[in-house]
Nanobody, 123 residues
């Protein structure tokens, strides 16, 4: 099984938008995480295998949207109204679905990680 591959990062001005992509398998639950300089990695959002279930952490609600196109083996993270506090390396991670367990971006639930893509929000 291959690891996820992220793309779409870059430099954007405050208030701008970016869409990250994660090339992965449709067999897995997918989560996005991020790690800002000097901070621990934190969960952002996750999506079920068929895309019918999603979960967002508080700072992502209303600004970020996770989606997937299994025909393209791709998961997306649309990020709007970005602020400098969103500057981080963003990681995509794949995990197996857990029976009767709420969908959450918790690191220990994800076994395969991408290399990350840098997002920088700056004037």
């Amino acid at each position: 099984q291959s690891q996820p591959v992220e793309s779409g990062g870059g430099l954007v001005q405050p208030g701008g938008s970016l869409r990250l992509s994660c090339e992965t398998s449709a067999d897995y639950v997918i989560a996005w995480f991020r790690q800002a300089p000097g901070k621990e990695r934190e969960g952002v959002a996750c999506i079920s295998r068929r895309g019918e279930g999603t979960y967002y952490v508080d700072f992502a609600k209303g600004r970020f949207t996770i989606s997937r196109d299994n025909a393209k083996n791709t998961v997306y993270l649309q990020m709007n109204n970005l602020t400098p506090e969103d500057t981080a390396v963003y990681y995509c991670a794949a995990g197996f679905p857990l029976f009767d367990t709420p969908l959450r971006p918790i690191e220990g639930r994800y076994h395969s990680w991408g290399q990350g893509t840098q997002v920088t929000v700056s004037p």
